[in-house]
């Protein structure tokens, strides 16, 4: 096992690395996919506590984080001391990837086996992320862009935008934060989102084969294709319907935010 105290900027290149950790406060933080060899540069560094590396040769596991920064309690972290640092990562693409920020924004690009992210009010971007994809946020926006694979996404009143998106599976679970995804679906595709208050918007190709199911409690609901039907009822508002032969699924559910399903340009 190797040791690295950071306090200062600072390069380090490692062996094989097959599974990533990292976490940092505030700052930037952009971990890329890379067929180089694995490094670490931080180009800033403005902290009261040292930046800890370890590194495992046998497990081929690398840890970058703050000592008392935990997974567990990064959603929670309340603590002012000044802990700001710019760190970028370059791992092989199919490494597994954890990587947490607090108020620091977050680049993560182009993985194709296990990533997930958490983070405060920072903004999260994933870029061309594919695999099994979880992102878990308080305020912070997430934006993941030409996305394939399966993505988890839980926020209080944090957003979530999906742009040009070919999901096998997308979850996203908000209490008042906006979700606004532009799909592709596969004939597998399944698609489920939920919010409190938060809205939803949708855009799907005109030429989609999706079942589509929404419902919200007092929301407004909207949709530009024909074929989705209002089928509102007392204490319920729907639209439901078939578009091209169906096959894929989506499903979006809110109590009080407006849904809206709009049509987009063919594939």
Same mark, same amino acid.
């Given at each position: 096992m190797q040791h690295w105290t950071i306090e200062a900027p600072e390069k380090l290149t490692f062996g094989a690395v097959e599974a990533l950790d990292v976490r940092i406060v505030s700052g930037r933080l952009a971990v890329l996919a890379s067929e180089g060899p694995p490094t670490l540069e931080v180009t800033e560094f403005d902290a009261a506590h040292p930046l800890l590396v370890t590194y495992d040769e046998e497990t081929k596991?690398?840890?970058?984080?703050?000592?008392?920064?935990?997974?567990?309690?990064?959603?929670?972290?309340?603590?002012?001391?000044?802990? =700001?640092?710019?760190?970028?990562?370059? $791992?092989? =693409?199919?490494?597994?990837?954890?990587?947490?920020?607090?108020?620091? %924004?977050?680049?993560?690009?182009?993985?194709?086996?296990?990533?997930?992210? =958490?983070?405060?009010?920072?903004?999260?971007?994933?870029?061309? $992320? %594919?695999?099994? $994809?979880?992102?878990?946020? $308080?305020?912070?926006?997430?934006?993941?862009?030409?996305?394939?694979?399966?993505?988890?996404? =839980?926020?209080?009143?944090?957003?979530?935008?999906?742009?040009?998106?070919?999901?096998?599976?997308?979850?996203?679970?908000?209490? %008042?934060?906006?979700?606004t995804a532009d799909l592709a679906l596969r004939p597998t595709g399944h698609v489920t989102l939920n919010s409190i208050s938060g809205d939803i918007l949708v855009r799907l190709p005109e030429n989609v084969e999706v079942d589509v199911d929404v419902k919200s409690t007092s929301g407004r609901l909207v949709s530009t294709f024909p074929e989705i039907f209002n089928a509102s009822g007392p204490g319920t508002r729907s639209l439901t319907g078939r578009l091209g032969g169906g096959m894929a699924a989506l499903s979006a559910t809110t109590v009080s935010g407006e849904v809206a399903l709009l049509k987009g340009e063919k594939e």
């Open positions: 596991h690398l840890s970058v984080a703050f000592k008392d920064l935990t997974w567990e309690g990064m959603l929670g972290w309340l603590r002012r001391d000044r802990r =700001k640092a710019v760190v970028t990562l370059t $791992v092989p =693409k199919d490494c597994r990837v954890n990587a947490g920020v607090v108020t620091a %924004s977050a680049v993560v690009a182009g993985f194709e086996r296990t990533t997930r992210v =958490k983070g405060v009010s920072g903004a999260i971007v994933l870029d061309g $992320v %594919s695999g099994d $994809v979880k992102a878990d946020t $308080v305020s912070g926006p997430v934006e993941s862009r030409a996305m394939e694979g399966d993505l988890s996404f =839980k926020s209080v009143a944090g957003d979530l935008t999906v742009a040009e998106g070919t999901p096998r599976r997308l979850r996203a679970k908000t209490v %008042s934060g906006r979700i």
